[in-house]
């Protein structure tokens, strides 16, 4: 009791009481509208569900007549959007459902290192909220679809395809409304075609071109050149051939330079034009003359591959790729 005689114990049982269960009353009412992820949004996921002939046991939380902001491998925001499917190493078997470029909301799809199989579906690749599309490590097939020039800028910034079984030769116009990729990693795939270079004129931010174990063929492009701040290169393990274009040696971003088990030719005199190379590895090509001296000078470099020793024949190297 306070000095006044004012009584806490019957304030709280007469007043304090019934305005804390008005205010829940309330709260429950506000929140309750928005408390749960759209038909549409649950819809969509479920059509994922409905196609994969295994599903990594995900039927256990992925159920009609829940919220699916609670389900497995889903994230939403304060909005109650689905903004997140981390779906990685489940043992997914069958293909990726379209319907997931649906989900308006979605800004990262990770559906790497399963058993996934068939196309990837145009719609997330030209989704309009996706930044970062990871299928990575999956037996997808079939190649990549072009988006016309007037498609509206998309907003996907990583885009790692790698290890799978993608053919056709890399798009050419898609880039141009890649407006904000950094990276694109399409190794380990069966692409065929010429580097694209268009990325480094539409994608002010593109650092990372992984293009290693394909089987991409031509020289390398003098349009990389482009690339401002490109950090790292690698198309290792394919077919390319010529020299190494003079462009390329005004990267002085470039971070990671890997182009061994090729066909390329000439010298290496501008290489410590680079000044920023960490790790550098021309191996197994066909380059000639001397290391020059000058490479001394590459602070940075910690790790140095094989440079002009060639690995095995054109006539074996021809064998197997």
Known sequence: PCSNGFSYSRYTKKSHMPSLGLALV????????????????????????????????????????????TWEGITCNQDRKVTDVSLAS???????SPFLGNLTGLLRLNLSRNLLSGGLPLELVSSSSILVLDISFNRLTGGLSELPSSTPARPLQVLNISSNLLTGILPSTTWEVMKSLVVFNASSNRFTGQIPTTPCVSAPSFAVLELSFNQLSGNIPSGLGNCSVLKLLGAGYNKLSGTLPD??????????????????????????????????????????????????????????GQLCKPVQSKKTRSSFQ
């Open 247 to 304: 462009e390329l040696f005004k990267v002085t971003s470039l971070e990671h330079l890997s182009l061994p088990n090729n066909w390329l030719e000439g010298a290496l005199d501008d290489i410590s034009k680079l000044i920023n190379l960490v790790t550098l590895d021309l191996g197994g090509n066909e380059l000639s003359g001397n290391i020059p001296e000058s490479i001394g000078g590459l602070k940075r470099l910690e790790e140095q």
């Open 26 to 69: 309330l709260l429950v009412s506000l929140v309750s509208p928005t408390s749960s992820c759209t038909e549409q949004e649950k819809s969509s996921l479920l059509q994922l569900l409905a196609g994969l002939s295994q599903d990594g046991d995900l039927t256990t939380s992925w159920r009609h007549g829940t919220d699916c902001c």
């Open 90 to 96: 489940r043992g997914l078997e069958g293909p990726i």
